[in-house]
């Protein structure tokens, strides 16, 4: 080092250290600047007309994920991304039947639930969507890698796929999804609700160059898959109802080879990293299934909820399908299909929850005796044997005027209560049993007292008739 090198160093020359601090300055009064253009850009209003995507071209000769995939490139203003493109006879198109239509859109808002119903009307207006993405628990982290759609055509399903092969063509892929959502508004996913459209949103929003596309209506079917099957097949997944809903061997497909949704992400992440592609044609085959078996779901929901007849249907389907139903207020049907589900058959646990809400739905419509029947079903060996008791003890003072009746009820409730069969450690029902144990001795209380006093007036009225007799 020479000797106007080691005199420069910045420890020993001011002037050189002078030089560099308003060389920095500068520098951070130029990114300042910078900054403030930046935010005044974000600002901007998002450009409303959506940017279409052009047809898919050749394939890529050069590229092994698109012909592992079997995938086209497609090109639209932001870039480039891969597209895939599959029609199944399977599963047959199902027209949605009105009654079905009326009871999936039903709210606590009437107008959303019109509009929904008008939008849902159109089934050419319908688009099947699911996505695979980089990890479960979704956050703006997350990336849709894989967005699968499908609609109804020549009386089968056309499924589409778009594939980013990096991040970087995330705005192609989104900008292709824009031009579908475009042409078919209405929205058909498993929950997608909670899950693909909220995630998908954010994906739009953080572009901050393509507008969210605006959805006609959105129909989820995870809710009411869980309503009608969750009593027999537990777990609501869709890969579970295809097995023991919609059955493998109608459907003419199956998930022999399928892959956990838990492994995607990982697939994903090591071909960034260079591994291999092969497993994402298997993740390309599940998101595929997937959408099959959406189109498939809703099949069968339309039918259950449009058919009074369903032929060999399970007690515990019907059961569920009577508890949807009496949510979406129709009860006389709810009502008819809950006494059909005790006909066909359901476990014990299933059976007396059935019989306490039939008894409840005609006790609301006035029929008293058949409730009082139902309730005298559930005394033995039931849950719901104390509010039996209880709903027993009603009628007969309230119904049949016989208080001696009410007051065996209400005594038999509390000795159930107090028998110790019904203590469970759980606090708050500790807390529930003290309730009702309070409210049975009050009600006791009440009607001893009632029973007491019409003996003092029968008795007064005896000993007034009999006072003539005796003067004489």
């Known amino acids: 080092m020479s000797d106007f090198e080691r005199d420069c160093r910045p420890s020993s020359c001011i002037s050189c250290k002078s030089g560099s601090t308003a060389a920095a300055l500068q520098r951070r009064e130029n990114v300042s600047a910078l900054d403030k253009f930046s935010r005044l850009a974000a600002l901007k209003p998002v450009r409303q007309e959506g940017p279409i995507a052009e047809r898919p071209s050749e394939p890529m000769q050069g590229d092994e994920v698109a012909r592992l995939l079997g995938a086209l490139l497609q090109k ?4 480039e991304h ?5 029609w199944y006879s399977t599963p047959e198109f199902a027209e949605p039947a009105g009654l079905a239509l009326d009871l999936l859109t039903r709210n606590k808002d009437i107008a959303l639930s019109r509009q929904a119903r008008a939008a849902l009307e159109d089934p050419q207006q319908w688009l099947f969507l699911d996505t695979e993405t980089t990890g479960l628990s979704g956050g703006t982290g997350t990336y849709a890698f894989l967005v699968g759609i499908g609609w109804w055509d020549g009386g089968g399903l056309q499924v589409e796929q778009f594939f980013m092969r990096d991040f970087a063509e995330e705005h192609s892929l989104l900008c292709a999804l824009a031009d579908r959502l475009a042409e078919r508004p209405v929205l058909v996913t498993f929950n997608g609700k909670t899950f693909d459209w909220p995630l998908l949103e954010s994906r739009f929003t953080m572009t901050r160059r393509i507008a969210v596309p605006r959805l006609a209506a959105h129909l989820d079917l995870l809710h009411p898959a869980r309503a009608l ?4 097949v537990g777990s609501v997944r ?3 109802l295809e097995r023991e809903v919609l059955s493998t061997e109608r459907l003419g497909w199956h998930r022999a080879d399928d892959i956990p949704s838990s492994f995607i992400p990982q697939f994903y992440f090591d071909y960034l990293r260079g591994g291999s592609a092969r497993p994402l044609a298997r993740v390309v085959r599940h998101n595929q299934m997937d959408l099959r078996g959406l189109a498939a779901l809703f099949g069968k929901i339309n039918k259950m909820l449009a058919e009074d007849e369903l032929g060999e249907t399970d007690g515990r389907d019907l059961f569920g399908l009577s508890r949807f139903l009496h949510r979406r207020g129709d009860a006389p049907r709810a009502e008819k299909i809950c006494s059909k589900a005790i006909e066909a058959g ?3 646990e299933h059976r007396h929850q059935a019989s306490r809400e039939l008894a409840l739905m005609a006790k609301r419509r006035g029929d008293h005796l058949l ?6 079903s559930l005394l033995e060996g039931s849950q719901n044997a104390i509010e039996a008791c209880e709903q027993l003890a009603i009628h007969y003072e309230r119904r049949e005027r016989n208080l001696k009746q009410a007051v065996e009820y209400t005594q038999l409730g509390l000795s159930k209560l107090r028998s110790g069969g019904m203590r469970l450690t759980d606090a708050y029902a500790e807390a529930r049993i003290a309730r009702q144990e309070k409210s049975l001795i009050r009600r006791l209380a009440r009607l001893q007292l009632r029973v007491s006093s019409g003996q003092a007036v029968r008795q007064k009225k005896r000993s007034t008739a009999a006072t003539p007799e005796r003067l004489l």
């Open 82 to 86: 891969l597209a895939m493109r599959n």
């Open 238 to 240: 869709l890969i579970e």
């Open 346 to 348: 359901l476990p014990i």
């Open 229 to 232: 099957w969750k009593l027999r």
């Open 371 to 376: 409730a009082a029947e139902f309730w005298r």
């Open 76 to 79: 639209t203003h932001f870039g």
